[in-house]
């Protein structure tokens, strides 16, 4: 498959620049965290995990959608930028999710997994309509997005998980 290489590059540059965002919001939580109430890093395990796993998955991201415009082998580079990218940004959902169940209500994190898992399942539609080549790929990034939100997050923070 022949790739254009100038929307390659601008492609890889507005990935690159979302994953560094991302990333940055990680480091923000983690500082918050730690200078709000550390001890709650200590008593949550799946916070700390997924907010641990979420800073080398979103640099790896980051790596990737740099190769991107310089590389033949885009596939294989965009599919694990796109990977751990997801991983990563479901992650970063539910520590927020997390947060929310423990510093706010938990109502308030059910209210906010749900708003993401809807996000998601409407730009998929609109996606699909726009593209409909693209259903199969949306059933299994939907599908491993909300199942990890779910199991990760919400359940979690039901005290479920």
């Known amino acids: 498959m022949q790739y254009d ?7 890889s540059d507005v990935r690159h ?23 709650i890093l200590k008593e949550n395990f799946l916070l700390s995990l997924q907010l641990t796993l979420s800073i080398p998955l979103f640099m790896t991201s980051v790596f ?8 033949d082998h885009v596939k294989m580079w965009e599919e694990y930028g796109y ?14 999710g997390i947060l929310l169940s423990i510093l706010v209500t938990k109502e308030i994190a059910v209210i906010f997994f749900v708003t993401n898992i809807l996000c ?19 059933v299994y990034k939907d599908v491993f997005f909300t ?5 990760l ?9």
Request: charged share 15%; glycine share 2%; with cysteine.
């Open 5 to 11: 290489k100038e929307a390659l590059r601008i492609k």
């Open 17 to 39: 620049n979302i994953n560094l965002w991302l990333l940055s919001i990680c480091f923000t939580v983690f500082t918050f965290i730690a200078a709000i109430n550390p001890t």
């Open 64 to 71: 990737a959608r740099a190769k991107l415009a310089h590389t």
């Open 83 to 96: 990977a751990t990218f997801i991983i990563a940004y479901s992650f970063l959902i539910n520590v927020v």
């Open 120 to 138: 998601a399942l409407l730009y998929s539609v609109i996606e699909v309509i726009d593209d409909q080549s693209k259903w199969m790929s949306r």
């Open 147 to 151: 199942f990890t939100l779910i199991t």
């Open 153 to 161: 997050g919400m359940l979690p923070c039901l005290g479920i998980f």
